[in-house]
Every structure is written in C-alpha cells, then in structure tokens.
C-alpha cells in the first residue's frame, strides 16, 4: 500500500528538525521526513515500507504498541518516550507527539529527538548523589568518567595532565563515596532505576 502525499506538504514536512512519520494500520511506514536521516541514521527510502516496531529497542516495545493502540483509538499524545535504534546500534531517546489520522486510517506521529537532554538529566541526577558540590572541572572529568574514556584519554580531552586528572578522580570517588569506577557506575545505575 503507498500513500501519496503532496509535494508541498511534504517539501514543508522535510524541513523541520523533527520527523514527521505517517504509519499505517499493520504498523508500516508509509511516510518519514528527511529529518529521520539525522535522527535515526537511515534515509526516508530505508524506512519507508519498514515496520516502525522493528527499529524500537526491544526492552520499550511492549509500551510503544501500547502507546500506538491509544493513538489509533483516536487518542491524541503528547510525550510519550521510547528508544529507537540509530543505524550505527545506538540508543535514540525519542518524545512523541501524535494524532490519528481517520480519514486515511494513518497515524501521524512528530519524533523529537531527546538523547542530549536524556544524558544531562542522567547528570544532573547523578551530581545530586555526590555528598559535596563538585567542582567544574570535576563535573567535565566525571563526565568522561562515565564513558569508557581512560584517565589518560580524559586528561588528552580536556588538556589536563594526567596525574591531575588523577586528583580530580579520585576527588569524584571520594565525594560519591565509592572506590573506584565500577562503584560509581554502580552507585548511577541504581539511582536510575529509581525513577
């Protein structure tokens, strides 16, 4: 089944920073703006055709199809959050918002994606954890320190030496009163699963 839409709309459509996807009943995409290429890594013609379920990372596909029964009941939603897959196996944190479209029995979805608030609220929520303010180089080191960045590779990146790297390091550990870096991604995953 292929949808025609109009080339304004759809020339009106690709130059917004969110995807505008058009989904019909069986879950296939008929219709992604340009803006997918940025978000997710794949061009419109690679989603085009493809079920929308099959890019959802698979621990939020339960509450998508969920979510997309509400949108088909005639539902309109604003907010809803899930996680897709960028073509490179990444997670992308998307926020919904979207309507049913009855007349053409298609679900009019914008995607907006949310991965760089998602990672700072991840921060903030962490910094609150620590029993003393830190410092702002220890917020840019504690950062780093949350990827698989080396000391090394952290004092490279932010033009440090490496033993005040160190300092700075062991400081994060201290104030968060854990032993290494093991605890501390301990200490983060723990309190995210909180919420």
């Given at each position: 089944?292929?949808?025609?839409?109009?080339?304004?709309?759809?020339?009106?459509?690709?130059?917004?920073?969110?995807?505008?996807?058009?989904?019909?009943?069986?879950?296939?995409?008929?219709?992604?703006?340009?803006?997918?290429?940025?978000?997710?890594?794949?061009?419109?013609?690679?989603?085009?055709?493809?079920?929308?379920?099959?890019?959802?990372?698979?621990?939020d596909r339960?509450?998508?199809?969920?979510?997309?029964?509400?949108?088909?009941?005639?539902?309109?939603?604003?907010?809803?959050?899930?996680?897709?897959?960028?073509?490179?196996?990444?997670?992308?944190?998307?926020?919904?918002?979207?309507?049913?479209?009855?007349?053409?029995?298609?679900?009019?979805?914008?995607a907006r994606?949310?991965?760089?608030?998602?990672?700072?609220s991840i921060?903030?929520?962490?910094?609150?954890?620590?029993?003393?303010?830190?410092?702002?180089?220890?917020?840019?080191?504690?950062?780093?320190?949350?990827?698989?960045?080396?000391?090394?590779?952290?004092?490279?990146?932010?033009?440090?030496?490496?033993?005040?790297?160190?300092?700075?390091?062991?400081?994060?550990?201290?104030?968060?009163?854990?032993?290494?870096?093991?605890?501390?991604?301990?200490?983060?995953?723990?309190?995210?699963?909180?919420?």
């Amino acid at each position: 089944m292929s949808i025609e839409i109009g080339k304004d709309i759809t020339a009106f459509a690709d130059q917004l920073l969110d995807a505008v996807f058009l989904v019909d009943t069986g879950g296939r995409i008929q219709y992604v703006s340009a803006a997918c290429e940025g978000i997710f890594g794949y061009t419109p013609k690679d989603m085009a055709g493809e079920f929308i379920i099959d890019l959802v990372m698979p621990a939020d596909r339960d509450r998508t199809i969920i979510e997309a029964k509400q949108v088909m009941s005639g539902k309109k939603r604003i907010g809803f959050e899930n996680r897709y897959r960028h073509k490179d196996g990444s997670a992308v944190h998307i926020m919904w918002s979207a309507g049913w479209l009855q007349s053409e029995r298609l679900r009019v979805g914008v995607a907006r994606d949310v991965t760089a608030l998602k990672k700072e609220s991840i921060l903030d929520l962490g910094l609150a954890l620590s029993s003393v303010p830190l410092a702002p180089h220890e917020q840019k080191v504690l950062r780093l320190l949350l990827t698989d960045a080396s000391e090394k590779q952290i004092a490279q990146r932010l033009g440090l030496a490496v033993s005040t790297t160190h300092s700075y390091v062991t400081g994060i550990f201290r104030k968060f009163g854990v032993r290494g870096r093991a605890g501390l991604m301990s200490l983060w995953l723990e309190n995210l699963t909180r919420d």
